[in-house]
């Protein structure tokens, strides 16, 4: 059984930064793609960052391009979500995702057959 576990949210100022992990288990992702998406209250989850688990390829959403930088670590089978000059709109439930095959530009939350609990990023001004 597939699990993803992300750890890393809080209540950060503006202006801070945030390190999100998501470690997988029950299978070694080698190939095809991982990702980050979030989701606000009222509002759709949103695709935020996508990395190859080979961390060769990576692509972003402009909300966060130039702030957010997405990384992988095949040997210990886990993703990270460093954020820096976070915003209040920023604040959301941070979910990880895993088992793409192939990278849509943009992702779409259908491309990914597993997930995370999720974790809470609240950015307070």
């Not at 801070?16 to 992702?29: N, Q, V």
């Not at 989701?39 to 949103?46: D, N, S, V």
């Not at 990576?58 to 979500?81: E, H, M, P, Q, W």
Request: aromatic letters at 12%.
């Amino acid at each position: 059984q597939v699990r993803l576990v992300e750890s890393g949210g809080g209540l950060v100022q503006v202006g801070g930064s945030l390190r999100l992990s998501c470690e997988a288990s029950g299978r070694t992702f080698s190939r095809g793609f991982a990702g980050w998406f979030r989701q606000a209250p009222g509002r759709e989850r949103e695709f935020i960052a996508a990395i190859n688990w080979s961390g060769g390829v990576k692509y972003y959403d402009d909300s966060v391009k130039g702030r957010f930088t997405i990384s992988s670590d095949n040997a210990k089978n886990t993703i990270s979500l460093q954020m820096s000059s976070l915003k209040p709109e920023d604040t959301a439930v941070y979910y990880c995702a895993a088992g793409a095959s192939t990278l849509r530009q943009p992702p779409e939350t259908h491309d990914y057959p597993y997930w995370g609990q999720g974790t809470q990023v609240t950015v307070s001004s």
